[in-house]
C-alpha cells in the first residue's frame, strides 16, 4: 500500500509539474505576442505619420506633375523608406511587409509626381491597414465602420 501512495504522489508531482510548465509557457506566449504587437505598433505609427506628410507636401505641390522642389519632400520621402524597412524588420508576417512595401511605393511615385490623385492612394494604404491589423492581431476579423 505505500508503493502505491509514494507512486501516486510521485504521479501528481509530474503531473503538476507538467501543468506550471504549461502555463509557464503560455505566459511567456503571452508576453511575446504583447512586446512584438507594442514594437511593431510604434513602426506602423512612425510610419503611417510620414506617409501622411509625404501625401500632403507631394499632393499639394502647386506643380502636381512636375518633379517635386526642395529638400524637405527629397528628406521626407528617406524617411519614409527607413520607416518601411522598420516595418519589415518588425512584421511577423509577408503580407504586412509586402503592403508597407506597395504603399511607400505609391507614396514615392505621387512624389515623383506620376500620382496626383490621392484616390490612388487609398487601396494600398487600406491594404497596408489591413495587413498590419492581421500581423498584430493574428485570427481576430477587423471591426469594420459604419461610414455613416
Not at 507614396?107 to 487609398?122: F, I, Y
Not at 494604404?125 to 498590419?132: E, G, I, L, R
Request: hydrophobic fraction near 45%; charge should be negative.
Amino acid at each position: 500500500m505505500s508503493l502505491v501512495g509514494v507512486a501516486l504522489g510521485a504521479g501528481g508531482s509530474l503531473f503538476g509539474q507538467y501543468l506550471v510548465s504549461r502555463v509557464s509557457a503560455r505566459q511567456l506566449q503571452v508576453q511575446e505576442s504583447a512586446a512584438h504587437r507594442a514594437e511593431l505598433k510604434d513602426a506602423v505609427l512612425k510610419f503611417l505619420s510620414l506617409a501622411s506628410q509625404v501625401e500632403k507636401v507631394a499632393l499639394s505641390r502647386p506643380d502636381r506633375g512636375g518633379v517635386p522642389t526642395g529638400d524637405e519632400l527629397e528628406r521626407l520621402v528617406d524617411d519614409l523608406w527607413l520607416a518601411q524597412a522598420e516595418i519589415d524588420l518588425a512584421a511577423g508576417s509577408e503580407p504586412l511587409r509586402g503592403a508597407a512595401y506597395r504603399y511607400a511605393f505609391h507614396l514615392a511615385e505621387a512624389a515623383r509626381g506620376e500620382t496626383a490623385d490621392a484616390s490612388a492612394l487609398r487601396a494600398p494604404q487600406a491594404q497596408f491597414m489591413d495587413a498590419a491589423y492581421d500581423d498584430m492581431w493574428p485570427g481576430r476579423r477587423r471591426a469594420v465602420g459604419s461610414g455613416a
